[in-house]
């Protein structure tokens, strides 16, 4: 899936995300393809509840951007509510 070293408040907005019950990790589109989305869950796992799933896939590298610029989203709009 490529490397990708992320920033500081990248790290930040993830470990907010996973002390909040939020998982926002990738999944292979198809399996044997080199494609990636992201899914968006809530809650404690057994039981998250899956709020959605990125509208398109990513290849390598990209896939990790795209996912701490989805914790960046969460983070920044309900950091300072919760």
Not at 6 to 18: G, H, Q, T, V
Not at 50 to 75: C, D, H, Q, R
Request: charged share 25%; glycine share 8%.
């Amino acid at each position: 899936m490529g490397g990708y070293s992320p920033s500081d408040l990248e790290r930040k907005a993830s470990i907010w995300c996973i002390s909040n019950n939020i998982c926002i990790c990738p999944r292979q589109q198809k399996w044997g393809e080199n494609k990636w989305v992201i899914d968006i869950e809530k809650g404690v796992y057994p039981n998250r509840k899956l709020i959605g799933t990125s509208p398109e896939a990513y290849g390598p590298v990209t896939i990790w951007e795209k996912v701490f610029e989805y914790k960046l989203y969460y983070y920044k709009k309900y950091a300072n509510k919760v």
